[in-house]
């Protein structure tokens, strides 16, 4: 009878001792990392028993869950505006880089043949001007490919998306009639084309018409199978999106926030419509009846992002982030407190 009744005070003090304790965090955002946030936090949860639920409703979805206090961190490919960072002027909400991702340009043509794509052309046929897959601009940088007469469809998000940004930053840089009349965004007010909800979606929709063109992040036209274009840079070189191309465009000086563009790259052989994605947070944690204890393991968990979780960017066609940007954001995770005190020492 003492033995049961000492098993039972022990069992007793061993649950008081993860009271408080968040056995799941939960997090909201951007589809454009999701299949690595879902590697990562499986295999985050076998290792340390937290579960991790990450919502992927896109980039501006992240950003409202995280204003309204609904998620522990949201999501974003679009690094807040100031006029978007006001809204929590007495909490100021930090962001730092998981990793570097490639927008890709996927279509569905017979044969899915290997395209160069021009600036000009991408942006023209996303006003709207060339509608015809035999158009002379297509033509003449990819001679010897037979381009059929068929209609361009064009497919993009229907929701608030930082792949959007990512993508309407890099016309807005290549095209002043694009930035004049569309501009960046994470939602736009588009010329033509469908709208598909999430980087899935608008895979899926190219895989169904005949003839469509979109715009996704790498892993989801590789997972679709979709064909995508190598890209005239800057420097006048066609590059294909590659962990190589994507890691080169993003060598470039950090400021300490992170907020950074890196379209339009000036690497010679650096792929122009490369991005980092950002996890965003509140820096003092004691808000909304937060304990420490959740905090706590939410640091270490973006610590444990940026260092070990790292290994497995590659073999899911995401870039691993420069040394550069781990050593920024291992300050950014420094400044969080609680009570005003560091969480992390």
Known sequence: MKRLLSLIIAISLAGLATAGKARELTGAGATFPYPLYSKWFDIYHNETGIKVNYQAIGSGGGIRQLLNKTVDFGGTDA???????TKSPEN?????????????????????PALKLTPEVISSIFLGKIR????????????????PSLPIVVVHRSDGSGTTFVFSDYLSKVSPEWRDKVGRGKSLRWPVGLGAKGNPGVAALV??????IGYVELAYAEKNSLPYASIRNRAGNFIKPTLKSISLAADVPLPPDTRVSITDTKSPQGYPIASFTWIIFYKEQNYKNRSYERAKEMLQLFWWMIHQAQQYNESLLYGRLPQTAVRTAEKILKSATYRGKPILR
């Not at 690094?79 to 960072?85: A, H, P, T, V």
């Not at 100021?92 to 017979?110: D, E, K, M, R, S």
């Not at 895989?207 to 469509?212: N, Y």
């Open 79 to 85: 690094f807040m505006s100031e006029e978007e960072l």
């Open 92 to 112: 100021p909400i930090l962001h730092f880089p998981t990793c570097i991702g490639a927008v890709v340009i996927t279509y569905n043509l017979p044969g899915s």
């Open 132 to 147: 015809k897959w035999d158009h002379p601009d297509i033509k003449r940088t990819n001679p010897g490919i037979e381009l």
């Open 207 to 212: 895989k169904q018409i005949k003839g469509a």
